[in-house]
């Protein structure tokens, strides 16, 4: 008997053992829960302090423009000027997306398309002018309407308030190399193209080796938009310049 009594006062030390565990693990998850909530309620206000809200008016301006140039519609679903904008990433995407868009590209030889391009991506000072073709020039002329018209959205909605916040490609340098892109792609030596301007050579190596990421986004876009023609050109075009002391890795690029 006193085992039989033994046992049974064990068990019901267990019970309330065990009784006890699921209060405290009760107790712990009502914590928890409160814990839960608390975090909530502090991101919450984080998210509508004055700091936050600040960026809104901001917000609103750039869809704005992205609506007036279509790049999204009045529900701010992305169009395919958007689409195409997204591949974008080594350039003005506004720019370029309306210059891929408006099929300008179409009426240029790949070399000619790379000298273009090189606009995108130099914005260093020249004191040399670039001696440029007919097409050239027509086609510098093309980029700069376009960049005016999409600032002349961004402007109107006080995206950029001063000529410094723009993706100005007038008073910026941005055509002083494309002569010499235009003659590298054309299979100049690098000796040579470096007399055509008074630009530093490794900054030459530098831009030619972002105009290959510019090249390689303008012809993914090309395969959003169902466009052939320009996917081969633009292969072509990395081809032409991807060569020779631009093509060997380095860790100055």
């Known amino acids: 008997m006193p085992l039989f009594f033994a046992k049974l006062e064990d068990t019901n030390l267990l019970d309330n053992e065990t009784s006890q565990l699921k209060t405290n693990y009760s107790q712990f998850a009502m914590c928890h829960d409160q814990w839960l909530i608390k975090e909530n309620i502090s991101q919450l206000r984080q998210l509508m302090s004055d700091q936050n809200l600040q960026l809104l008016p901001d917000y609103e301006q750039r869809l704005q423009v992205l609506k007036d140039l279509d790049f999204i519609d009045d529900s701010s679903r992305v169009q395919l000027k958007g689409k195409v904008a997204c591949e974008i990433h080594s350039a003005d995407e506004l720019v370029l997306t309306e210059l891929i868009l408006d099929n300008v590209l179409a009426a240029y030889e790949p070399a000619e398309i790379v000298a273009l391009l090189s606009a995108f991506v130099f914005q260093e000072k020249t004191d040399m002018v670039p001696n440029l073709t007919g097409n050239l020039e027509k086609g510098m002329k093309t980029i700069i309407e376009i960049s005016e018209k999409v600032n002349e959205r961004q402007t109107y909605h006080q995206v950029i308030l001063s000529s410094d916040d723009s993706n100005d490609f007038v008073s910026r340098p941005r055509f002083g190399l494309m002569e010499v892109v235009y003659e590298w792609a054309r299979g100049m030596s690098f000796k040579n193209i470096t007399d055509l301007t008074d630009v530093l050579e490794g900054t ?9 990421e510019t090249c390689r986004e303008v012809k993914n876009a090309a395969r959003i938009i169902g466009d ?14 991807k060569r ?10």
């Open 228 to 241: 052939p023609e320009l996917f081969t050109k633009m292969q072509t075009c990395q081809e032409m310049i």
């Open 244 to 253: 020779d002391i631009t093509a060997v890795a380095s860790l100055y690029m």
């Open 204 to 212: 030459i190596v530098r831009v030619i080796t972002r105009l290959d």
